[in-house]
């Protein structure tokens, strides 16, 4: 099976500290996406990346930056975490460019930022 | 970039009705689709999914979708929801890398005893 692990499942975090988010998938898929979750938002995109060293920005990127420096991991960055930044954020995986496949996710990382 | 579109922000059914979950999507070519459900504090789960051929797909749970290309939707079906049936659940479109996938706001659903 598919596993996609993200390293904390609840966070805190202060106002202005650098926060990293993580991510490892095992299945050698070359798309791995971070979208922050909100009621009555659904999810939405902050970043995805296609190769290693390659991103690109989703609807909400503001904020945020990512690294991608091995090819299983994906990380997310909060330069100067601010409290509009909590939320459950979601990170997935899926094959590229090949039909019949779907994203997996992981469990989620409930940030809160005081 | 692609887009979705749930209009449907909460809905109540009873259970042993059928249900109808709407989805409408923004894609200037022909789009990947897929149906994901989420229980309360669980992960995301597959439904279903379209990439071509057949435009009426069968998922997991009893659940269906069907693409309408002209109406550009990608409706959730099911004949006879269950109580357990009770999530929320996002409909999403990614493009033809299936490198770029977004979400709708999702449709909650509560079934009524």
């Known amino acids: 099976d598919v596993k996609v692990t993200q390293s904390s499942r609840y966070l805190v975090k202060r106002t202005g500290e650098k926060v990293f988010l993580e991510c490892v998938q095992d299945?050698?898929?070359?798309?791995m996406f971070w979208y922050r979750q909100d009621p009555g938002l659904g999810l939405r995109l902050i970043y995805f990346?296609?190769?290693?060293?390659?991103?690109e920005k989703g609807d909400i990127p503001e904020g945020y930056s990512v690294s991608r420096e091995k090819k299983e991991r994906f990380s997310l960055i909060l330069e100067s975490a601010s409290t509009n930044q909590t939320s459950m954020y979601l990170c997935?995986?899926?094959?590229?460019?090949?039909?019949?496949?779907?994203?997996?996710f992981g469990q989620g990382t409930r940030l809160t930022v005081v | 970039a692609q887009s979705v579109t749930q209009p449907d922000i909460h809905i109540t059914v009873s259970e042993g009705a059928s249900l109808e979950l709407r989805c409408n999507y923004s894609?200037?070519?022909?789009?990947?689709l897929f149906w994901y459900v989420q229980s309360p504090g669980q992960g995301l789960q597959l439904l279903l999914k379209?990439?071509?051929?057949?435009?009426l797909v069968q998922g997991i749970k009893g659940f269906e979708a069907e693409f309408k290309r002209s109406q550009s939707s990608f409706n959730l079906r099911k004949p006879s929801v269950h109580w357990s049936d009770a999530a929320e659940y996002f409909c999403?479109?990614?493009?033809?890398?299936?490198?770029?996938?977004?979400f709708g706001a999702g449709t909650r659903l509560t079934v009524k005893p």
């Open positions: 997935a995986s899926s094959l590229l460019g090949t039909m019949n496949t779907e994203a997996f």
């Open positions: 299945m050698d898929h070359e798309n």
């Open positions: 990346s296609y190769d290693v060293k390659m991103k």
């Open positions: 894609y200037g070519a022909t789009p990947y």
């Open positions: 379209y990439f071509s051929g057949d435009t």
């Open positions: 999403a479109v990614a493009n033809y890398n299936n490198n770029d996938m977004r």
